[in-house]
């Protein structure tokens, strides 16, 4: 059942199939139909949503600004439906969660799983994904809830908490770094490093960092994975470096020294640039599992970190 209004939902779907006609035939109407309300829906706000072209529509600024409004009322429709067809309300329903990797090895299936204990009839979807891609699927309405690394003011979602994240170096057992509680840029790139990809935060960060230092850096492996990165480091490859909460695949605590493995914090402001964030969309009534559990998730990331910014 759709509750947004026929212009805004013929709207949506241009939007997501490129064209009219595909449009029209997913609404299960005339192009024809579509078309007009797409006029209108444009006349009434006084500008183009899109820019006609020989093999599509594409959406002009004006029209990407809508589609993320658009976006959230659909979404806000669709949970709203569910929740009168459910009867008891949103204790029905599922929490959708995006989150990078890091968060997903122990912290947000620690959330999930205390949670579930008091809440055994709500149900999850986890998809792990890169840090912008959480933040994305929270503001188009594909997820409720992101735990995402991120720098910066942000302006499109709801930053629930921020925290600093420190990084560490994962060292070996034995190794002359390993009884150390701190380690400088400089010490760590003396030694073979796994590095994540250009593309993510902390080797943004990193590689900030080695400039700033004047050093030179090759990564002996290039891996967004945190397995193979762990694997690499207990089979002597080198070191790796990791963002703080995200500790071991395995689990093993930070000072422990169990699988191997121990984690040295990494000395430079730098990396103070980076946060941990849970994030909301802007202006969207949550359902009540959707704000208990992410109460849950600030909760968690709250206590973990030193440095709490709100």
């Not at 947004?4 to 064209?19: Q, W």
């Not at 709801?158 to 002359?176: D, I, Q, T, W, Y």
């Not at 967004?224 to 909460?245: C, H, K, M, T």
Request: aromatic share 4%; proline share 6%.
């Amino acid at each position: 059942m759709q509750l947004l209004p026929v212009n805004l939902a013929y709207f949506l779907e241009v939007a997501r199939a490129g064209s009219v006609t595909d449009a029209a035939q997913v609404l299960g109407v005339a192009p024809s139909a579509v078309s007009r309300q797409i006029a209108k829906l444009e006349s009434g706000l006084g500008t183009a949503l899109f820019d006609r072209r020989p093999r599509g529509m594409a959406l002009t600024d004006a029209g990407a600004r809508l589609l993320v409004h658009a976006r959230r009322a659909e979404a806000e429709s669709a949970t709203l439906v569910e929740e009168l067809r459910a009867g008891r309300g949103a204790e029905k329903r599922g929490v959708a969660v995006a989150c990078t990797e890091g968060f997903a090895h122990r912290l947000v299936p620690r959330v999930i799983a205390g949670f579930r204990r008091e809440h055994p009839e709500v149900s999850f979807r986890l998809d792990v994904v890169p840090r912008q891609e959480a933040t994305r699927r929270v503001v188009e309405g594909i997820a409720d809830v992101a735990v995402t690394y991120a720098m910066g003011p942000q302006h499109d979602v709801r930053v629930e908490c921020a925290v600093v994240v420190p990084v560490s170096a994962v060292v070996p057992l034995g190794h002359e770094l390993a009884a150390r509680d701190r380690v400088g840029l400089a010490e760590l790139c003396a030694h073979p490093l796994a590095l994540a990809s250009p593309g993510t935060s902390q080797r943004e960060l990193f590689d900030i960092g080695v400039r700033l230092e004047g050093l030179t850096v090759r990564p002996a492996l290039v891996c967004d994975s945190l397995a193979p990165q762990y694997e690499f480091v207990r089979a002597g490859g080198g070191l790796a470096l990791v963002g703080d909460p995200v500790g071991d695949p395995d689990d093993q605590g930070r000072d422990t020294g169990t699988g191997g493995v121990r984690h040295v914090r990494v000395d430079h402001p730098v990396f103070r640039q980076r946060e941990a964030q849970v994030q909301t969309a802007v202006g969207r009534r949550l359902p009540w599992p959707v704000a208990r559990f992410t109460e849950s998730l600030v909760a968690m990331v709250r206590s973990g970190r030193p440095t709490d910014l709100r």
